[in-house]
C-alpha cells in the first residue's frame, strides 16, 4: 500500500495553488527526463446553466455593478466591437494552447468576436511575469486585470492615476492582465479564464454562484456554462457602454429569455444576499499568515452566520469543509464530522457536484487507511468523472492516485499501476512540480512491492 505520509503530502498539495517550478518559455523545448508527458484536457463539456432566469438576471446585474470589494459601479461597460487579444512576455508552451482553447470556446459558446493578435496594439495585452512581481502589488493575488494598460511596467507607473481606476471607466478599450509564467500549467490556465473574463464581463465574484468562476471559493476553475452565458449576455445588440443599472435591469430579462428558453420554466429562488461579515470570516480562515486557531474561529463565525441566515446551500457547507481541511491532520474524526456536515447541506443543492467531488478526495484518503479502499471505488470514479468534466487536473491526478491505492486494496495490481501512471500525467500539468512528480513516480516505481491486496 502507499504509505500514508505520500497520501497525506498529495492531498495537501491538492489544495494549494501555487505549488510549481517554473515552464520553460515556448522558445525552449522541455525536456524532463523520465518523466510522463504532461497531459491535457481537449473537449471542453460544460454544464449547461440550470438556474431560472429570473435570479440569473438579478446575478448578471449584480455581477457588473460593484466590484468584489464591494464598491458600486456606476454604469455597465463592456468592448463596444471586435476585441483583440496579444500575448507577450515569457510565455510558456501551455500558455499558449490554453489561451487558444479559451478563445475558440469564447467565440463559439459566448458569440464573442475576438481573436490573438502576434503584434500591436491590443484590445486585451496578457503579459507573462513573475509571481514576485504580482505580490509586491498585490500581496495576495496569483493574476489580475486592469484597466487602461498594456504592460506591467506602465500599470506599475500609473496604477495610483484616475485612469487605473474602474470606477471611472465608460468603456473598454485596452486593459491588461499579468499572470504567473512561474506557476503550474493550471494555475496560468485558471488566471487566463478568470481574467479574460473579467475583462470582458463581470467584474464581481458573488459567493452564493454555485455553478461560476464568478466566485471567490475557487470551486470552479474554468469558465462554466453559466459564465458563458452572462458573457453572450453582456454582447447582446440590447446593451452597450454607459448604460445604468436601471436600464440594464430594463433589458437583460428579454435577453436571458432569447438566449436560455429553459431558464424560464425553472422554479425562481429567492433573493440571497452574502453579508460582507460572512465574506470576511472566510477570507480570514484563508489567510495562511494566520495562525490554524485564528482561521478555525474565523471559519467557526462563518458557519454560525450561515446558521443565522438560514442557509441551506453551498455557502452553508463551505465553512464546514474548511474546518474538516484544518483539522484533518491533528483530528481526523472532527475533520470527518465536519466533511459530513458539508455534505448534508451539499446533496440538497443544485450544481454542487464539484463541490462534492472535493469532499470526496478527502473522504477517500481516510477510506483507504481504514482499508475500505475497495468499496469506496464507485466514489472515487464518480468524483473522477466530475473532475474531469470540470478540467480540474491537480484534483484529478490526486483522485486517480487515490484510486490507485484503493486498486491495490482490491487485490488488483495491474489496474493499479496504470491508473496510477495516468495520474502523473495529470499531476505534470495540476502540479507542475517535478519534485511532486517525481514523488509520485516513486511511488509508482515501488507500487510492485507494495501490492498486498490491502
Known sequence: MIRWAALVFGLALAGCTAVSVPEPPSRVKPTVEGLPPPKAFVTPRPTPPGRANADMARDFVSLHFALESGTPLPVFTRFEGPVTVRLTGQVTPSMQQDLTRLLNRLRREARIDIKQ???GQANITIEAV????????????????????SSFEEYSRDRRKKKSSWVRLQDRQRLGIFIPYDASPQEKRDCLHEEIAQALGPLNDLYHLPDSVFNDDNIHTVLTGFDMLMLRAAYSPDLRSGMSREQVEAVIPGILRRLNPNGEVQPVGPPSETPREWIRAVQKSLNPNRNVQARLRSAQRAAQIGQEQGWTDHRRAYPHYLMGRMGQFDNPQAALREYDIALQFLRTSPSTEVHQAYITTQLGAYALAQGSGPDFLPELDKAIDVMTRAENASQLATLLLLKSEALNQAGRPVEARSVRLDSLGWARYGFGSETVVRSLMQEVAEAPSNNRGG
Open 117 to 119: 493578435i502576434p503584434e
Open 130 to 149: 513573475t509571481q514576485d512581481q504580482i505580490q509586491d502589488i498585490l500581496p495576495q493575488a496569483a493574476c489580475f486585470v486592469v484597466p487602461n494598460a
